[in-house]
């Protein structure tokens, strides 16, 4: 008997590895659900939200390297499906988005509900297609599968309603499934020439990315041979352990003085897996080896002495085998001693825990360090309580997540909804601040349906509070940040999961064991200091000119 072409799709996409797909049902894509129903193999998980469902998808791949897959509706489901898509494909994740679409007669009469998904999905999907002959379905279902896992970015395919019941001919119902790309190493010659520029120098300094999440242990090995100090970009936190005496912490307004200082006197750079935009912050006088997988990104921010197209872990394996080992020099005894002081000094800030009335941030994801498991997934949404996380929390073998080139409140919640489902055996949790976790707190009600026992730690300020600090920064009066927020600790219980108010900081480590440890989902409530600024390792003066002024402005009404 032959197959639908609905049928035909899923067994792609199981051959591909896939095994949930996120999402909402809706009558265009009806014709889809009642085949995935029946098909054993491949979990649907229903989300409120669209935009949850390709977060979850995103952060998936993310975390796993595979394939994430979400599904919407025609027309309104699928335009929720942007904001999450559009993470994956800034963040470099293989995600393929499924859409219906009006049926075939009436595609192009202006029908209810009836959008140009082409159109539409044609600047964030790198493959883009719509199924409307059931021929169509086995080359074009693998080769979106393909484009999304080898270029890792995000393919679409859109279905006309009537489309999925269509029968697949035998003829057209084969493909071949490559899931694994394969690992590549530059020439010996330009590794040579690498090892050669890393023994001449004389204050070299890793800087690491996402791209390198995968090589922890080469990355390990390649910076204790050669004493050479690791740097990380913001989404690569935890690339190698934070308590790594080699380990210098981040780079940016999020970042450490230590790494700042690395990028300010090193005489060479490695990069490792990153193609960091901010310019300002990487070295002026260094040369500059970079490594990536894809040749288009050598070079592309930053001028280069040396690119290296290849995998991040067999080439840094290749470069640890050719360098000379040494101890660690001057340079790096200074850097290893200023991480030290800076880390006291975080250590000093966070043990002002705050007020009766209000907890200090800084004290809460310090308290977070201490209490999670070593290798605990962090999912962490965007704003001040990145801030906060990104300098005080001690990244050991943890996953950490982020919406990082996108940059997307909203990301934490289903980003550990997804961690959970990809590693149930671990502790997931998400830690957000409560404007990004009003935005998709719904979802919280997916993760006790599922039985999913995620920890959603919230820095509740009652505020929009990075938007608050940018505009003082500009020297402009805090407008339109103020949050009236529902209590949610009660809205966990109400939910079926459980609640955590926590207001003062005695309540706090009590509160995260006990919520940490719970058997259903949980939401630790905890009342922030609005006041506590996330100020950037080093104040450039027209910052502080602007932030007084701002105070001025709002201390006078003016």
């Known amino acids: 008997m032959a197959k639908s072409v609905a049928e035909v799709l899923f067994d792609v996409l199981y051959a591909h590895g896939v095994r949930h797909i996120f999402g909402i049902p809706g009558d265009s894509i009806d014709l889809l659900l009642e085949p995935l129903r029946k098909d054993r193999r491949i979990q649907f998980i229903q989300v409120r939200h669209e935009e949850a469902g390709a977060f979850m998808a995103s952060a998936w791949a993310k975390k796993t390297g595979t394939l994430g897959v979400c599904l919407g509706t025609a027309g309104p489901g699928a335009i929720h499906l942007l904001n999450g898509l559009y993470d994956a494909k800034l963040d470099h994740a293989p995600v393929l988005a499924i859409t219906g679409q009006v049926g075939l007669p009436y595609i192009g009469t202006n029908y209810f509900q009836e959008v140009d998904l082409l159109s539409l999905f044609n600047n964030v999907a790198l493959y883009n297609y719509q199924v409307t002959d059931p021929s169509q379905i086995g080359v074009m279902a693998d080769r979106a599968c393909r484009q999304a896992l080898a270029k890792r970015g995000v393919a679409h395919l859109s279905f006309p309603f009537e489309v999925p019941r269509m029968a697949a001919p035998d003829a057209y119902r084969e493909y071949t499934v490559v899931n694994q ?20 120098s004389q204050r070299p300094v890793i800087l690491a990315g996402r791209g390198a999440l995968g090589a922890r242990e080469a990355l390990a090995q390649l910076a204790e041979r050669a004493h050479i100090p690791v740097v990380n970009t913001l989404p690569a936190k935890g690339v190698i352990p934070d308590e790594h005496p080699l380990a210098l912490g981040g780079l940016g307004l999020l970042g450490a003085k230590p790494a700042h200082t690395a990028m300010e006197h090193c005489d060479l750079c490695l990069l490792v897996g990153t193609n960091y935009p901010y310019l300002e912050f990487l070295p002026k006088r260094a040369a500059i080896i ?8 050598i070079g592309l921010r930053h001028v280069v002495d040396l690119g290296l197209v290849g995998s991040a872990d067999p080439t840094l394996k290749e470069l640890a085998r050719r360098v000379e080992a040494r101890g660690a020099t001057p340079f790096v005894e200074r850097l290893m001693e200023e991480r030290r002081a800076w880390l006291s000094a975080l250590s000093r800030e966070a043990e002002d825990k705050g007020s009766r009335e209000a907890v200090n941030p800084l004290w809460v994801a310090d308290r977070l360090s201490k209490v999670v498991d070593p290798n605990a997934n962090v999912a962490v949404d965007v704003g001040n309580t990145l801030v906060w996380m990104a300098r005080q929390f001690r990244c050991r073998h ?12 909203g990301f934490g919640l289903p980003a550990a909804i997804a961690a959970k489902l990809a590693e149930p055996d671990r502790q997931s949790l998400a830690v957000v601040g409560d404007g990004g976790f009003a935005m998709l707190m719904a979802d919280f009600v997916t993760a006790v349906k599922y039985r999913l026992p995620v920890t959603v730690v919230v820095f509740n300020n ?4 990075m938007i608050k600090f940018e505009q003082e920064v500009h020297g402009m009066a805090e407008f339109g940040t103020h949050l009236f927020n529902p209590d949610f600790a009660a809205y966990a219980d109400a939910a079926g999961g459980r609640g955590f108010r926590v207001d003062t900081p005695d309540d706090v480590e009590p509160a995260l064991k006990e919520a940490l440890n719970a058997d259903r ?13 996330p100020m950037p390792p080093r104040i450039t003066w027209p910052e502080a000119l602007g932030y007084a002024e701002a105070m001025f402005r709002e201390v006078l009404h003016v």
């Open 181 to 200: 790309a394969t690992a590549s190493i530059p020439t010996p010659e330009l590794l040579d020439q690498a090892a050669a520029l890393i023994n001449r």
């Open 290 to 297: 970079q490594i990536d997988w894809e040749a288009s990104q």
């Open 398 to 409: 943890h996953g950490w997540l982020v919406s990082a080139w996108l940059g997307s409140m």
């Open 462 to 465: 009652r505020r929009l509070g």
């Open 521 to 533: 989902p949980t939401i630790v409530d905890v009342y922030t200091d609005a006041s506590v600024k």
